[in-house]
């Protein structure tokens, strides 16, 4: 009878073992990928436009203000503006509609950098010729640059010249009656830059 007592020591033996395996749950290699469904597609009229840099050229000088911009600016009412080529310079000049005592008139000139210093030796002579001596320098504008003119005999006349980014700017805001001072020839010079 020994052996029924020892068949079941083992049977219990086993059932213990048995019982102490450790199990394990779901697949031990990976499953296949799962990929969410699509939703509807995508209707690109209602997505924002892609802004392409503007590859146009830039506007003629002469169009960058408009007429009443630069009335506004001179305080005089001017004609429309007129283009000039004077040797390697560009200008466009809007003269007042009423003749007014001195040049009532509003000039830009463009011109290659390197034509600065010439220019410059030019525009300081046209001032001094009309007995405008105040030079100032025009910090924080452009490259190098500054500014000339004055209220002779009551008639403010002033002029400006710029070198910024290889390229000369002068301006010139005069005429008896207008806004013609050092801050309204900075102020637009500053304008002129920003608008190309």
Excluded at 2 to 19: E, K, Q, T
Excluded at 78 to 94: F, L, Q
Excluded at 114 to 134: E, P, V
């Amino acid at each position: 009878m020994r052996y029924p007592a020892i068949l079941l020591a083992v049977v219990l033996l086993v059932a213990g073992c048995a019982a102490e395996e450790p199990t394990t749950y779901g697949p031990t290699t990976a499953g296949p990928t799962i990929r969410p469904k699509t939703t509807a597609p995508i209707d690109e009229s209602t997505l924002p436009p892609i802004v392409e840099e503007s590859t146009a050229p830039p506007k003629p000088l002469c169009e960058i203000f408009s007429t009443a911009e630069i009335t506004k600016t001179l305080g005089l009412a001017v004609r429309k503006a007129v283009t000039s080529k004077n040797g390697p310079y560009i200008t466009c000049t809007w003269n007042t509609v009423k003749p007014v005592e001195g040049p009532g008139v509003v000039t830009i000139t463009r011109g290659d950098g390197s034509l600065y210093g010439a220019f410059t030796q030019k525009m300081i002579a046209d001032a001094k010729a009309k007995k405008a001596r105040g030079k100032k320098l025009l910090e924080g504008v452009g490259d190098q640059g500054f500014a000339i003119g004055a209220s002779v005999s009551g008639i403010p006349i002033w002029y400006a010249a710029v070198e910024h980014a290889g390229v000369l700017t002068g301006v010139q805001i005069s005429g008896a009656g207008s806004n013609s001072s050092v801050g309204t020839i900075k102020a637009f010079m500053i304008e002129v830059l920003a608008r190309g």
